[in-house]
C-alpha cells in the first residue's frame, strides 16, 4: 500500500515511532518538529491501539513494529506495560531507545520479554551519557540476553575521539553498533559537523577492531559514495510513523519525508549501491566541503 505525500508516493510504513517526552536531548537529532508536551500514559496506550486494531482494516495496514523514544522513556513507569500491551496487539518487534539521562538508574531487567532490542547511546562528551556508563549499560543488557545495539552521534567531539569510544564498545560486546553522521537541523551549520573526509579516516581505524570483536557495525547519514571501502556497512533507513503528542493517531507525519528528507541526483540511478543508500541532505549538498553525489561504478 502507498500514501501520498508533499515528496510524492511513498510506501505506508508497517513501523511505528512513539516519542513520549517533550524533550529529547544526546539523540541523532533529525529535523522533527519539538513537541508542546509529554504524551500521558493512556494517551501512548491510544496511539498504540490506533496504529496496531485500528489499521487491521482491508483498506489500511496494521503496525507490526514499534519504537518508543523520548526522554527518560526507559524510565517511564508505563513503558513495560505500553511493551506489554503491544505484542498483545500483534507487533512482534519493538526497539527501545535509552537515553543518556537513564543510563545511571537503568534497570535493564524491567524489559527482559518485552524487547528486541534496546538502543544504548555509548558517546563522549558532557550531555552524552559518558563511554564508561554507556559501556556497562550494553554489559547489563548482554548478560539478560536482550539484543543491544550502540549508538554512537558523528559529532566532532565523538569523531576526534573515536577510537577510545570503538575501545570502550569492542569491550562492552553488543551485537551492533551504529555511526550516525548528524542530521541538518536549525543551528547545526558547517563548524557544527565534522568533515566527511575526517570521518571516513577515522572510521577507517575503527571499524576493524569492532568487526574483529564480533560487532556488526552499521553507518547512518552518510551517502555510499563519500565512504569508499566502507560503502558496504551503509544501512537504508526504515521509513515510520512519527507520533508525539501535537501529532497522534490520525494526524502522525511520516519520519520520511515529514520529519527526514533525503536527496539524491540524477546520477544516483547508475549507482551499484542506490538501492542500499539513502541520499545525503540537500542542505549540506551546497556548503563548501560536501562533494556531490557520483555513482559508485561495479568493481571491476
Known amino acids: 500500500m502507498i500514501t501520498w505525500t508533499s515528496a510524492g508516493a511513498v510506501e505506508r510504513p508497517t513501523m511505528v515511532q512513539i516519542r513520549v517526552q517533550r524533550a529529547y536531548p544526546g539523540r541523532v537529532r533529525a529535523g522533527a518538529p519539538v513537541p508542546t508536551r509529554s504524551m500521558t500514559p493512556a494517551e501512548v496506550l491510544d496511539n498504540l491501539r490506533f496504529f496496531t486494531r485500528g489499521l487491521d482494516t482491508p483498506r489500511s495496514q496494521p503496525c507490526t513494529r514499534l519504537v ?17 500491551q503491544a505484542r ?6 519493538t526497539v527501545l531507545h535509552v537515553g543518556p539521562e537513564d543510563l545511571e538508574t537503568f534497570d535493564a531487567p524491567r524489559f527482559v520479554g518485552l524487547v528486541d532490542a534496546l538502543v544504548v547511546p555509548v558517546q563522549p562528551g558532557a550531555g552524552g551519557g559518558g563511554l564508561t556508563e554507556g559501556a556497562a549499560a550494553v554489559r547489563v543488557c548482554k548478560s539478560l540476553g536482550v539484543r543491544v545495539v550502540a549508538t554512537t552521534s558523528l559529532t566532532v567531539e565523538a569523531v576526534s575521539a573515536l577510537e577510545p569510544t570503538a575501545r570502550a564498545i569492542a569491550s562492552a560486546g553488543p551485537q551492533a553498533a551504529t555511526f550516525s553522521y548528524p542530521f541538518p537541523i536549525t543551528g547545526n551549520t558547517s563548524t557544527h559537523v565534522p568533515h566527511v573526509g ?10 576493524p577492531l569492532l568487526t574483529q570483536a564480533g560487532v556488526q557495525v552499521d553507518l547512518k547519514g552518510l551517502p555510499s559514495c563519500y565512504l569508499g571501502e566502507l560503502a558496504a556497512l551503509n544501512r537504508r ?3 515510520r510513523w512519527y507520533v508525539d503528542a501535537d501529532h ?5 507525519v511520516l519520519f520520511f519525508p515529514d ?38 561504478q561495479p568493481a571491476q
Open 68 to 84: 518508543l523514544s523520548g526522554v527518560g522513556v526507559a524510565s517511564r513507569e508505563d513503558s513495560p506495560e505500553v511493551l506489554r
Open 88 to 93: 498483545a496487539w500483534g507487533v512482534h518487534h
Open 198 to 207: 575526517a570521518v571516513v579516516a577515522a572510521l577507517g581505524r575503527v571499524v
Open 237 to 239: 533507513s526504515a521509513n
Open 248 to 252: 497522534q493517531r490520525g494526524d502522525a
Open 259 to 296: 520529519v527526514v528528507r533525503f536527496t539524491k541526483s540524477e546520477s544516483c540511478r547508475f549507482c551499484r549501491l542506490d538501492g542500499a543508500c539513502d541520499g545525503f541532505f540537500s542542505t549540506y549538498l551546497r556548503r563548501p566541503g560536501f562533494p556531490p553525489l557520483s555513482p559508485v
